[in-house]
């Protein structure tokens, strides 16, 4: 039973353009969400979190929105750069993401085409 | 954010034979954690590694198979006992503090189990 879901296991966008990585959670517990980019052979790099008392966080070219009614979170780049190629994960917490242990997503890998 | 180091980076080992990983943090944190990433899956929670005490381990990982130690403020280690080939998987250390926003991870240690 995945609590996290990433149902686009890739996404291709092309350089300059709006990337959208989408996560849907179906256990209401979480309050905490993050995102996180994985390069092959390293560990996972933080990248934007949120509490579910926003909507929106932003920072730089990455902004995460969250829909809590509908369980729903999506990560957004602009513009795409051919460094953001990589697997992004979501992930999710009961308390903020510091202290507790997060539950993931299964990933999307984002290709940025030049 | 911490640094962080994992030892090996990677092994190959005999089932039946078990392998101790080593995560050692530049900074005192109060949180540590251990995941484990099965090919082609997400990042899996094993267990929350308390200084001083006994670990937290998630539902299907028992002590007798993931041993935990975490001595210290800045140093912890998985031992992965009597390995399987089930057992290769790229285990990951992360840290964090209590009331923190994010969780920061080592760059991993791949297993291959024969």
């Known amino acids: 039973d995945q609590q996290v879901k990433q149902n686009s296991p890739s996404l291709s966008v092309q350089e300059g353009r709006i990337s959208i990585l989408n996560c849907d959670y179906t256990?209401?517990?979480?309050?905490?969400f993050l995102w996180y980019k994985k390069y092959p052979a390293e560990g996972p790099t933080f990248l934007i979190s949120?509490?579910?008392?926003?909507d929106k966080n932003e920072d730089g070219r990455f902004t995460v929105f969250l829909n809590k009614s509908a369980k729903h979170l999506s990560l957004h780049i602009v513009p795409s750069q051919p460094g953001d190629s990589a697997v992004y994960f979501c992930?999710?917490?009961?308390?903020?993401?510091?202290?507790?242990?997060?539950?993931f997503g299964k990933g999307t890998h984002l290709i940025i085409q030049p | 954010s911490a640094v962080i180091s994992q030892k090996p980076s990677r092994d190959i080992c005999q089932r039946g034979t078990s392998l101790t990983i080593q995560c050692q943090v530049d900074?005192?944190?109060?949180?540590m954690f251990w995941y484990r990433q099965q090919p082609g899956q997400s990042l899996t929670l094993i267990a929350t590694?308390?200084?001083?005490?006994?670990?937290?381990?998630e539902s299907g990982f028992v002590i007798d198979k993931f041993p935990i130690s975490r001595p210290n403020l800045t140093f912890s280690t998985l031992t992965v006992s009597n390995m399987s080939p089930e057992d290769s998987s790229i285990y990951l250390c992360?840290?964090?503090?209590?009331?923190?926003?994010?969780?920061?991870f080592g760059p991993g240690t791949r297993l291959t189990v024969l």
């Open positions: 992930a999710a917490s009961s308390s903020r993401g510091g202290a507790d242990g997060l539950t």
């Open positions: 590694a308390n200084q001083g005490s006994e670990a937290t381990y």
């Open positions: 256990n209401s517990m979480f309050d905490y």
């Open positions: 949120i509490s579910s008392i926003k």
């Open positions: 900074s005192q944190v109060t949180m």
């Open positions: 992360s840290v964090g503090h209590r009331g923190g926003s994010e969780q920061f």
